[in-house]
Structures are given as structure tokens and as C-alpha cells.
């Protein structure tokens, strides 16, 4: 049997949205150390209820250049569903263009190699603040950052892209580059089975925030004087090896192969500084009108289930999300 005995997936990215010098990652920590987190290898992957989930498309570059390097189909055996998901998945089509990620093979007797790298710098036009008290998220205190909206330095940096009421909308940061955004999306309900509806609420929503300004007062969708964003604080340095997916085998071109080996690490920041992730991998909705609500103040509050997207501006398939759910990977009370 020949083995794919190395196949390592490498995916190194990283995202600056700050002038100031990088910070230091947390520890690099094993994944199995956490109870309510997971990683996903793709969108399409189903999510375990009350878990953060976390998603690069590491893997699927790797993967798509080890298909290139064979120029024949893999024939995956149904009996391996994650493996057979992760070769069927395009979730990571035209999330980067090729000109910033970089993919290398090397071949050691019948084992391979495969490493991709990419790596963004989206500095913040201006630093956020921080708040001196916790957020309470799902009754746990934890750290958070955001912005009044009567201070119009800062609030120029979001956007509102949708909102129904202060427990479902999505808003988006903007950094100094404006080809790229971060996506903030807090939902009613957490019971969606995959990334890939969650993301899917997400781009149908927008469209629908598209049509509101149109049709709508604008109050929704502009920061106003009393309106708040509090975000908590992201610190994490993950490693997780796909063990679903060792020992899987796959036939090219005639020959059998086994997978050995085949990891991911995923390390994040989000503060009021900025965000930086770095990530290492190895081997429509439709509605009807509703009536006109009264202005208020809007409280744009990630306390409970949410998600994180970082994506081109002009593209569907993001370079990173997180569906947040719990305190778990959030820094723990104040500053």
C-alpha cells in the first residue's frame, strides 16, 4: 500500500488591522483541551450544538493543489464522509485571488507534501475603544471593545448591512483597505446545522439590508448619537489534527493511498486594536413588507451566538469564520 504519509497541509495566514507592532499570539494549545470548541474543515461540515466553530479553508487549498499536482479524479469511498466532503467542497473558490496565497509540493519517496500560505494586512483607520466594563456574555463577564455612536471618528468604520431588531443584524468593519471587510452577524436562533446555512442567512440578509435602505427610513442603517457596538475579545491559539479523517484512503491514477497525517492551526485576535489570525493546517430568504418601527436607539451587542467573517469585500466565500456561541476562547473580564 503506498501511504500518503506526509501530506502536510500547510496554510499560513495572517491579518493586521492595526499600525502598531504585532502582538503575541496565546500559546499555541491542543484543541482537545477545549470542551465547546471545534474546527471545521469546511462550511459544508456539520456543527456540534453549543460549540464554537472555526473555519479556515487551509485544508481545501492544500487539497486542491495535491489534486493538481495527480491531474486525475480522487476516487474517495463514500464510507469516509468527511474526506469525501472535503474533495467535494468549493467553499474556498475565489475567497483569495491566486496572486496572495502561495502553494509548494515536495516529494520524499512516496510520501508528499503539500504548504500553502497566504497572509493579509487590513490596519484600522482608528483604534476602537475599550471598555471598562465586562460584557456579560451568555451570563459569563468578559472583555469587550466597540464603539458609541456619537463618536463619529470611530463609527465612520462600521456599517450597518442589516437590522431587524437588537437580537438579529449584521454589520461590517471597515479597514484602511477597502477591498476587504470584517462581518459581524448576530442571530435570533443558534439552530442551524452547518457554516454554510449560517453564512447563507448571512448573505440573505444583507441583500435584504440592500433593499431596506432603498425602500426604508435610514435610521436603521446609520449609527446615530445613543447607538452602541460592544464586541468581546478573541484570544485563541488552536491545534487540531482531523482524526475523523486518518487512516482514510483514496485511489489516483491506479495506486491506493493512505492518509497519516492531516492537522490545522488556527491562532486569533480581535480587540479593539485590530484583529490577526494566523492559521497553519497540516495534511434565498424572502419576506414581506413590514410595517415602519419607531426610531430608537440601537444597542448593536454581541452577547450571545454570532458570527465572524473575514472576506474580500466583492467576494462570497470568506478566508476565515467563526460562529461564536460561548465564552470559551473570549478574554475573561476587563481590561
Not at 493543489?65 to 469525501?84: A, C, D, G, M, W
Not at 488552536?238 to 495506486?255: C, H, P, W
Not at 485576535?269 to 497540516?282: F, H, M, Q, W, Y
Request: charged residues 25%; proline residues 5%.
Amino acid at each position: 500500500m503506498r501511504s500518503l504519509s506526509s501530506i502536510l497541509f500547510l496554510a499560513l495566514f495572517c491579518i493586521f488591522y492595526s499600525c502598531s507592532p504585532k502582538r503575541e499570539f496565546p500559546p499555541k494549545t491542543d484543541l482537545n483541551t477545549y470542551s465547546a470548541t471545534t474546527f471545521a474543515a469546511t462550511p459544508e461540515e456539520k456543527i456540534d450544538p453549543g460549540k464554537n466553530v472555526i473555519y479556515s479553508p487551509s485544508l481545501l487549498y492544500a487539497w486542491d493543489k495535491l489534486r493538481k499536482e495527480f491531474s486525475v479524479p480522487f476516487e474517495i469511498n463514500q464510507s469516509f464522509p468527511e474526506l469525501y466532503a472535503l474533495n467535494a467542497s468549493q467553499s474556498h473558490i475565489n475567497s483569495l485571488p491566486e496572486s496572495e496565497y502561495e502553494t509548494n509540493v515536495v516529494r520524499e519517496g512516496l510520501n508528499i507534501s503539500v504548504t500553502a500560505f497566504f497572509k493579509k494586512s487590513l490596519p484600522y483607520e482608528t483604534k476602537l475603544q475599550r471598555f471598562d466594563d465586562p460584557l456579560i456574555f451568555n451570563k459569563h463577564a468578559v472583555a469587550a471593545f466597540g464603539a458609541w455612536g456619537s463618536d463619529k471618528e470611530m463609527a465612520k468604520m462600521f456599517k450597518i448591512l442589516y437590522y431587524k431588531n437588537d437580537s438579529d443584524f449584521i454589520i461590517s468593519i471597515q479597514p484602511k483597505d477597502e477591498t476587504q471587510e470584517i462581518i459581524l452577524f448576530k442571530k435570533e436562533n443558534n439552530n442551524d446545522t452547518t457554516l454554510a446555512a449560517i453564512l447563507n442567512e448571512l448573505n440573505a440578509k444583507t441583500e435584504i439590508g440592500k433593499k431596506e435602505q432603498l425602500s426604508r427610513d435610514n435610521w436603521k442603517y446609520e449609527l446615530k448619537e445613543d447607538d452602541k457596538i460592544v464586541i468581546p475579545v478573541l484570544r485563541f491559539n488552536i491545534e487540531n489534527e482531523y482524526k475523523k479523517m486518518m487512516r482514510n484512503s483514496l485511489d489516483v491514477a491506479g495506486m491506493h493511498y493512505t492518509i497519516t497525517v492531516m492537522k490545522q492551526q488556527t491562532a486569533f485576535i480581535l480587540d479593539e486594536i485590530g484583529a490577526e489570525v494566523e492559521s497553519e493546517a497540516t495534511t434565498g430568504m424572502a419576506g414581506a413588507a413590514l410595517p415602519p418601527e419607531n426610531e430608537h436607539p440601537k444597542h448593536l451587542i454581541f452577547n450571545s451566538s454570532f458570527l465572524i467573517v473575514l472576506k474580500e469585500k466583492d467576494k462570497t466565500n470568506p478566508y476565515f469564520a467563526m460562529w461564536t456561541v460561548n465564552n470559551e476562547l473570549m478574554q475573561t473580564g476587563i481590561k
